[in-house]
Nanobody
Framework: QVQLVESGGGLVQAGGSLRLSCAAS????????MGWFRRAPGKEREFVAS????????KYADSAKGRFTISRDNAKNTVYLQMNSLKPEDTAVYLC?????????????????WGQGTQVTVSS
């Protein structure tokens, strides 16, 4: 069983930055592909970014490309999402997820464990 706890959300003005963290426990962190998803009010949960077990492969949603960066520190059992140039449409609950498969997945159904999420609100 893997526990994931997100942190770093908050209220920020448009154009600002936030760095989200997701701390993992209860498993072998370096064995998991990690992903970030988000759920905006009234919308389905959508993919944001994912990263391979070693950190050498990353994937991004089109909405995140050029603004967000996913990274991980396997020594600290933590995955990060650096978000720059934030827009009001980025407002959502951001959730991290872990996947035992080796494929760097972009589909939520591929992920095995989920955190509770952290709220990000971007004001205009």
């Amino acid at each position: 069983q893997v526990q994931l706890v997100e942190s770093g959300g908050g209220l920020v003005q448009a154009g600002g930055s936030l760095r989200l963290s997701c701390a993992a426990s209860g498993g072998s962190f370096s064995s998991y592909v990690m992903g970030w998803f988000r759920r905006a009010p009234g919308k389905e949960r959508e993919f944001v970014a994912s990263i391979s077990r070693s950190g050498g492969i990353t994937k991004y949603a089109d909405s995140a490309k050029g603004r967000f960066t996913i990274s991980r520190d396997n020594a600290k059992n933590t995955v990060y999402l650096q978000m720059n140039s934030l827009k009001p449409e980025d407002t959502a609950v951001y959730l991290c997820a872990a996947d035992l498969d080796s494929v760097v997945a972009t589909v939520r159904g591929e992920y095995d464990w989920w955190g509770q999420g952290t709220q990000v609100t971007v004001s205009s």
